[in-house]
């Protein structure tokens, strides 16, 4: 059973910065594909952002230049350095995992398989 939690979330002024953490059995941090998405209220789920098992990343366009995705593997932690928010970015954000390589399942959610319960960032003007 692959368990994820995140933490970090919170409120902040536009220009602000954040930090996400996922939290991963070790197993899954070192061999499976990790991810951040997000959703929004009554908008669909979104990628924001991959990093494969090789260290290979993936952005969402919207963030680009804005959020890192990162990992400690002394920690089997995922990371999300948020910085320059905007309100758009608001939204619920989850820690997902797959056992297949990030070329393949991308930054569509429905190709991702587990998932943590979310955290949620809201941005405000």
């Known amino acids: 059973q692959v368990q994820l939690v995140e933490s970090g979330g919170g409120s902040v002024q536009a220009g602000g910065s954040l930090r996400l953490s996922c939290a991963a059995d070790r197993y899954t941090y070192s061999s499976y594909c990790m991810g951040w998405f997000r959703q929004a209220p009554g908008k669909e789920r979104e990628g924001v952002a991959a990093i494969d098992s090789d260290g290979s990343t993936t952005y969402a366009e919207s963030v680009k230049g804005r959020f890192t995705i990162s990992k400690d593997n002394a920690k089997n932690a995922l990371y999300l350095q948020m910085n320059s928010l905007k309100p758009e970015d608001t939204a619920m954000y989850y820690c997902?995992?797959?056992?297949?390589?990030?070329?393949?399942?991308?930054?569509?959610?429905?190709?991702?398989?587990?998932w943590g319960q979310g955290t949620q960032v809201t941005v405000s003007s």
């Open positions: 997902a995992a797959d056992w297949s390589s990030g070329w393949v399942i991308g930054l569509k959610s429905i190709n991702w398989h587990y």
